[in-house]
């Protein structure tokens, strides 16, 4: 069984597709998405992606790893098992700072990577466009809009002809189908 | 002509104040004379920060062949036109040490072989910590090292100012290469005068203290003021028809932005380091200092305390978390958090010179001269200010605003994230 993942308008250069990235924010579609061998600066602009969400994980991991940090030393050296060393109180925020440090940093940095991780979808075995006969040019030398058949604005006459509009060198339709 | 007759007018109001400063040295208390001549250095000290910060930032940027920051480079370079402006406004102060160093009025108690000093066993002269340290700590040594700093802050000042604006007529490369191969020594040059100057000027005002990280902590404090300042003139200068209208962009604010955040995190870094180093020994020739920070020869918390306090939190805490943000990196809002990392900048300048172990008598007995703003300390900050804007404008009205033939100026403008 396959069924339509969505219409793929293959371009030529990069002003092409940022230019076709613009028409189809402009249109309204909210599933869709660029193919570009390389980053183009300012398309994230061009396709009105808002900015990541990955500070946020970074932000939490970093938060409970100073929690963790902080609760460890309080717990052996306060609740646990006090021990009077050197003099120092049982706990204070001041000695285990280094260790809270370096947890904050520790777990920050997990966070953004899973952050990163998650967002993206990863890790991700199979896409669609990959059934695309030329998908190895859009590693390339080539670059694509894709619309997907989900899209509440997707019709397959009228997209196709908005697509046409944009003046693609090809449309390709690209089917969902999985190898069993 | 009129922007002539502006920075002559800050001129005039700087020496104004500074001459004010001068009557304001003859009035300190008799129990504490050398008040006033703390907040002379303290002046000095907030302005020559900021230059020396951003003498670092032009050599870091030659050094690494850096794209985005030409057109903030040239502002700065017309800035550190200031030091030999500086260097003859910290003359009082050398004179002082020389000519009355037992008068009780030098802010370096070490100068006065006659002085009582708290925890010292007697007098300086006495003191075997003062013996120990004498080879340092001579006046004839000391007059000789401030001549040195301000050689090297003056010398790189001008010789990367020279290069620069020849670039401009010229456009001959070697202008350049030069500047590249003097940032590479000037590196080493400033981090070594930045260095020494803190332990001269600020350190040994508690000569008995040991502490390696203390040039660390200057010149992460120098940064971070530097950064602030460079955050506020391009934003007048953005404003300016003749000047950077339509040239500063968002973007440059942004890189600015991230390396405000960055040294917020150094200073906090070095600083907590510092402390925490101090506090793990708990050796009471290194603790005393801070034990003058928080509390009395009693034990009751004096006013330091709160200021230490509010250091941690509102010079790094505060800082740190809004400039986290992506949206506090650009326009009204860095330039709220530039003043007031410039505020509490000049609280950690107050918290690292003013306090002082005053003996009341010679058996080690003393007084902490508390936190409080002098008369000097206003008129010195506002006078000193006033001739270090007097020196950019004046440099500014005779260079051209961006440096045009830099082969980096295309990259600059051009720049995004």
Not at chain 2, 336 to 355: E, K, R, T
Request: proline letters at 4%; a negative charge; glycine letters at 8%.
């Amino acid at each position: 069984m396959s069924k339509q993942y969505g219409y793929l308008a293959l371009f030529e250069s990069a002003p092409a597709v940022y230019h076709a990235a613009q028409s189809v924010r402009e249109a309204g579609f909210k599933k869709w998405d660029v193919l570009t061998p390389f980053p183009i600066h300012g398309l994230d602009g061009a396709m009105g992606i808002k900015r990541s969400k990955v500070p946020v994980f970074t932000l939490c991991g970093g938060v409970i790893g100073f929690i963790t940090g902080m609760l460890t030393a309080w717990y052996m050296g306060q609740f646990d098992y006090p021990l009077i060393v050197g003099g120092m109180p049982f706990f204070s925020p001041i000695f285990p700072f280094p260790v809270a440090y370096e947890l904050t940093i520790l777990l920050a940095a997990f966070g953004t990577l899973g952050g990163m991780f998650i967002t993206n979808r990863l890790p991700m075995h199979y896409h669609p466009v990959m059934n695309y006969d030329k998908f190895r040019h859009l590693t390339d030398d080539k670059f694509a809009v894709v619309i997907e058949a989900e899209d509440e604005l997707f019709s397959e006459t009228e997209t196709r002809e908005f697509l046409e509009s944009l003046h693609p060198v090809e449309i390709a339709v690209i089917s969902d189908e999985e190898d069993e | 002509m009129s922007s002539d007759k502006k920075s002559i007018q800050f001129l005039i109001g700087g020496l104004i104040l500074i001459a004010l400063s001068v009557v304001g040295l003859f009035v300190g208390s008799e129990a504490d004379p050398s008040r006033p001549f703390i907040g002379w250095l303290l002046g000095i000290s907030f302005w020559l920060s900021i230059l020396i910060g951003m003498l670092f930032l032009v050599m870091i940027w030659w050094m690494f062949d850096s794209g985005w920051s030409v057109i903030v480079r040239r502002q700065l370079e017309h800035a550190i036109s200031a030091f030999p402006y500086l260097a003859i406004i910290f003359l009082p102060l050398i004179l002082l040490s020389l000519f009355s160093s037992d008068g009780g009025q030098v802010p370096w108690i070490w100068m006065n072989s006659e002085a009582i000093v708290p925890g010292g066993h007697g007098t300086v002269a006495e003191d075997s910590l003062y013996v120990a340290k004498s080879g340092f700590l001579s006046q004839s040594f000391f007059v000789v090292r401030y001549v040195i700093y301000f050689c090297v802050w003056s010398g790189l000042a001008y010789f990367f100012r020279k290069w620069s604006f020849n670039m401009d007529k010229t456009g001959d490369h070697v202008n350049v290469h030069r500047s590249r191969k003097l940032a590479a020594v000037g590196l080493f040059l400033c981090a070594f005068a930045t260095t020494f100057a803190a332990f001269d000027w600020f350190k040994t005002l508690n000569y008995h203290w040991f502490s390696t990280m203390y040039g660390v902590w200057f010149f992460a404090a120098c940064m971070r003021a530097a950064l602030s300042a460079t955050v506020l003139s391009l934003f007048y200068l953005a404003t300016r028809e003749d000047r950077l209208k339509g040239i500063v962009k968002p973007v440059h604010f942004y890189m600015i932005g991230c390396l405000m955040l960055a040294f917020t995190v150094f200073w906090a870094y070095i600083s907590f380091s510092q402390y925490f180093l101090i506090y793990n020994a708990n050796i009471p020739e290194e603790t005393f200092w801070y034990n003058m920070r928080e509390m009395n020869h009693d034990g009751s918390k004096n006013s330091w305390w709160w200021v230490s306090l509010g250091l941690v939190f509102f010079h790094f805490f505060v800082p740190f978390i809004y400039l986290l943000w992506y949206k506090n990196k650009f326009v009204m809002r860095i330039r709220v958090v530039a003043i007031w990392i410039l505020v509490f900048h000049l609280l950690d300048l107050y918290w690292n010179i003013v306090p002082q172990e005053l003996a009341t008598d010679s058996h080690g007995g003393y007084t902490v001269r508390q936190f409080g703003v002098h008369f000097v300390d206003i008129t010195m900050l506002l006078g000193v200010g006033g001739v270090v804007i007097w020196a950019f404008l004046k440099s500014a009205a005779k260079e051209r605003p961006i440096p045009i033939r830099d082969p980096r100026i295309e990259e600059s403008i051009n720049c995004h994230e």
